[in-house]
Every structure is written in structure tokens, then in C-alpha cells.
């Protein structure tokens, strides 16, 4: 007789005194029998205990995803592999003063389960993330934690406070509307952080070298509520204006103080009813710059409209326009063999030829909501051939964060 799954097998049976004894006849497979133990660090997991519970044992277990990212370097032939894009799920108080988070690739469950600090499962937590790193604002030091991402260490993760903010006149350093990186690592010594504020503020930072942020004012109104993103193969960081009208770039030499700006002509509109051409006027719009690896600029405009009771609103749809460089803009419904990954992280772009279970010419997007005092994250899939949902689902955790492929 075994055990199958976490059941048990019981036998009852009566005393001489003709009362019921039940009596066990196999045994539990549980983390603190040291057999037990053993054949979970054979297989790679690890056993543990909660601060709160020390008494009792539990196991976690380390996989790998099975749809990882294998890249083939043509310099020296090398093989790397990387997890796929993940989002997080999380549980604010699970352990005494933080969180456990497990990281989701759309279909399953990849790596370890971590620990975090309570607040950043909070909606406020944390301010914005960008190639694996998560930023926290707290008595004006910006701070990047490696936690949340997949990669790093689960028993040392880096926290790297960065200089203390310094406001400009006539400007606020409370509200961020994103964070991007120049590199994968603040460590690195040529890496610069990018913190947009809502409004006319622009900061930037080498954590590696600088002992204070250089604050750019942003003159023209089009970009105080603009998302930042880093272009590699530019080398600058970009705002798209409200509108999508124009982008501006900036940098810490020569377009510090005198931004590169570029005026968009949008090319290969399709034609619209009045009804479709009504309702794209009516809608709030956010434009969001993204970069392949092959170094292709898409900008992307979000379409999102008022729920009948006015209290929230949902998505719409998207547009999608190949960048040239030249200041055209052409409208799109073919990535080739991309998808679009655009959350409250930096967005990214993945080739879906490395991930069977990804869909060409397809945005994944995770959404904010408030509804009657509580705060969801939706997380939904939208297809630009043929302008439609694959998925939307609402989840109650808070982390609102899509991560770009990190190493194995």
C-alpha cells in the first residue's frame, strides 16, 4: 500500500473496550523526514520554513520553464538560454514583513519563488521597472532592486540607492510616469537611468559614477505625461509627445540641453467609418515608443475608453507604426516575427520564433484598475491582424510589470 498524491491510508478498527481506533498505515512524505528532505535536494529543490512558522517544514521547488529562450551567438558560437517574458504573481503577507512572488510566462510557472518586502505588492509600492529591475521612491532617493527579477539571487539580492532628487522650480518629484535603463545592470559603469516625472521634469543618473542626477526641463507640454524608453541603437532616451504627433530624445552629451526632436508623418492610414472614426476620437490615447532588437522603432498608441458607469476604463484596441528614421510613420498590422510586451515596465519587443506559445503580430498588455476602493491588474492579449481580444483576465495582485528575457 502507497501513498497517492497527499492522500493517506487509514484503518479503523475497534479495541476490546468495542471502541473505534484508527490506526496509520503509511507514511507521510513530508519535507522534515530526512529521506524526504534528501530526495528533494537530489531534485533540486530546497526545504524551508517561514519566519512566522518555524516549526513546520515546507518545500519549494525550482523548474525551469520548458519553452525557454535558446540564442545562438554568431560572434563565438555560444548558447545561451533565457527565461521568457514573465509577470508576477504575489502575496503581500505571507511571510512575517514581506511577500512571496512566483513568476508566470503566460502558461506556467518559471524558476524560484521569492521573497519581497510587503509594500511592493502594494498598487504604490514600487515606481516603475525597466530590463528586470524594479524602482522604489521613498524620502526622495530612487532606489533599483534586483528582487523581482527571475535571474538574480533569491538569498542576496542588490538594492542600489541612487542620489537624492533635487526638484526643479515650478516642478514635482512625487508622481513618476516611468523608469527605463540604458543597460541590464546599474553596475555597469556606462549605465544611466532615466526617471520621467509627471510634468516638465527629466532625470538622469549614472549610478556607477554619479553623485548627483542630471535634471533636464522639458519645455513643450506635449511630453509631461510622455513614457520614456532607451534606444540602443540611437543611444538616447525618447518621448513620444501626447498624440503621437512628434518624439524627443535626450542624452547627457549633446542633447542634454538641446533635445533631438522629430516630427512623425503618419503614412498607410486605413480608412474608417464614422462610427470607428468616432470612437477613436472619444477614446484616451497612450503612446509608447518600443524597440527590437534589430533595432526597428514601433510606436504604439493604446486606445482605451470610459466604462459605462464612468468609474474606469477598459481597452479598445491598438495601432501600431513602423518608425524610418525619417520621420515616417506607417501604419501597421504585420511585426513580422514579433510580438509586443507594454506594461508599467519599460516595453520590449520578442521574436516568437525562440517561444511556440507566443503569437506574431500580437501586444500583451497588463492594465491598472480601481473598482469601489480595491485595485486589480488586468492582464490581456490583442491581435493586430485581426483587431481582437485573445484574453483578458483581471487578477487582484498589484505588481503591474511584464519583464524582458532574463539568462538562465
Known sequence: MGNIGDSRSILGSKDSNDTMVATQLTVDLKPDLPREAERIKRCKGRV????????????????????????????DGTVKKYYPPCFIFGRAKYFKGGGLIDFYALTEVVGPRKKVPCEWLEAMGTIGASRGWVATLKNRVVSLHDDMNISASVSNPKHISLPPLVTLP???TQTVTSVAMSSSSPEE???????????????????????KWT????????????????????QVFSLPASG???????????????????K????????LRKTERELLDSTYKTEHLVESSDGETFLVIWYRC??????????????????DGEGNAFYTKDLGDLCIFISKSEPFCVPTSYLPHLERNFIYYVDVHEYESMIFVELGGFGLQDSTWNYSQPHTFKVPYYFPPQPI
Open 48 to 75: 524551508f520554513a517561514l519566519e512566522d512558522e518555524p516549526e513546520v517544514s515546507r518545500m519549494q521547488s525550482f523548474r525551469l520553464c520548458s519553452s525557454s529562450i535558446t540564442l545562438h551567438s554568431t560572434l
Open 306 to 323: 470610459h466604462t459605462d458607469d464612468m468609474s474606469d476604463f477598459e481597452t479598445k484596441g491598438f495601432r501600431v507604426f513602423k518608425l
Open 215 to 234: 535634471n533636464i526641463r522639458i519645455t513643450d507640454p506635449s511630453f509631461f505625461t510622455s513614457q520614456v524608453m532607451f534606444s540602443q541603437r540611437d
Open 189 to 211: 559603469d556606462d549605465c544611466v537611468v532615466a526617471v520621467k516625472f509627471l510634468g516638465p521634469q527629466l532625470s538622469l543618473c549614472r549610478p556607477a559614477q554619479d553623485t
Open 264 to 271: 512623425l508623418h503618419f503614412r498607410n492610414l486605413p480608412s
Open 170 to 172: 515650478r516642478c514635482q
Open 244 to 262: 503621437g504627433g512628434h518624439i524627443g530624445s535626450w542624452d547627457l552629451q549633446k542633447h542634454r540641453d538641446k533635445p533631438n526632436l522629430q
